[in-house]
């Protein structure tokens, strides 16, 4: 399986990026970031058909409250290679989806040519629609890893890797392992600087029946409008096919196409409070009758950094 192979690709990223650093000694020494960094956030939240109610039937909008606390600490006196960690709480106004935290470790280093950051997440009763497209509370971690080289001064190549466990108590059959290996190119000579991508992963789900292959392609745009202002924004097209072998299974021969469109805006009001405007919209067809649905996200966020 796929997600066999991203562990030691995550591992093969780390290690090369160290060796990176290394043989970029002989560089002026750029001058030293602060030893500490850290972060304070606040989001606001709405979800827009929330449970993936299909074509016809009703749909119900959710809000959730997200808060964040994080810290970052220099490792080397003048090299931008950082240590940081997360902890965050996660909820929802609907009393049935209660209440979930987690927290991220990672390390990241910001270099050039080279550049990398590798974190485990953990997530505890997350809300999750990967199996099956119905809402379910699971324990979530994942461990992930991406890598990015300037080929030259214009043109950046990314390597990324992610594998992921997802454990379901109330309903262990639902239960799965997921694994994603993906490459982007990026051109940064411009005011607009373009990035094309894809990514490819499988997830392996207990029962069997819910196991499926995806496919991603993506064009993003981002750019730093001005000091104060930067901007994002993607297109995603997903592709989805459920590989069970059952013939009685509902997924058997289910594919679904999944396109998404999305952005987000930093605002820095006065240094160092930045606001964060973010929202998505996705539209879900499938080759099956009656599974078709659309949803959306909005987000408005504060963070304040010391």
């Known amino acids: 399986m796929l997600r066999r192979s991203v562990i030691p690709a995550v591992l093969c990223i780390l290690s090369i990026t160290t060796a990176a650093f290394a043989q970029d000694r002989k560089a002026p020494p750029p001058p030293a970031p602060p030893l500490f960094e850290s972060w304070v956030k606040g989001q606001l939240l709405f979800f827009g058909n929330f449970f993936q109610a299909t074509a016809g039937r009703a749909e119900e909008d959710v809000a959730a409250l997200f808060g964040e606390v994080g810290t970052s600490i220099r490792l080397t006196p003048r090299r ?63 461990f992930s890893g991406e890598y990015s080289y300037r080929v030259t001064r214009r043109w950046q190549v990314t390597l990324d890797a992610e594998s992921e466990r997802q454990d379901f108590n109330l309903t262990p059959g639902r239960s799965n392992e997921f694994g994603a290996l993906g490459a982007a190119v990026r051109y940064r000579g411009w005011s607009i600087s373009p990035e094309i991508g894809f990514r490819t992963g499988s997830r392996d789900v207990t029962d069997a029946a819910f196991t499926y292959d995806q496919r991603d392609l993506y064009l993003q745009l981002r750019s730093a409008a001005t000091p104060t202002i930067y901007w994002s924004a993607r297109y995603r097209s997903r592709r989805r096919e459920y590989t069970t072998d059952l013939l009685a299974s509902p997924n058997f021969g289910r594919a679904e196409q999944r396109s998404q469109i999305s952005g987000y805006v930093d605002f820095v009001l006065r240094k160092p409070l930045t606001l964060n405007v973010y929202g998505s919209l996705e539209s879900v067809d499938s080759n099956l009758a009656g599974r078709d649905f659309d949803t959306s996200l909005f987000a408005v966020s504060l963070t304040y950094g010391f």
Do not use: C, M, W
């Open 80 to 142: 931008p290679l950082r240590a940081y960690g997360n902890v965050n709480y996660l909820k929802y106004d609907d009393a049935g989806l209660g209440s979930s935290h987690g927290f991220r470790l990672g390390v990241r280093g910001e270099g050039r040519p080279h550049a990398f950051d590798v974190y485990y997440d953990r997530q505890i009763d997350r809300p999750t629609f990967d199996v099956g497209d119905v809402f379910d509370r699971a324990n979530v971690g994942r």
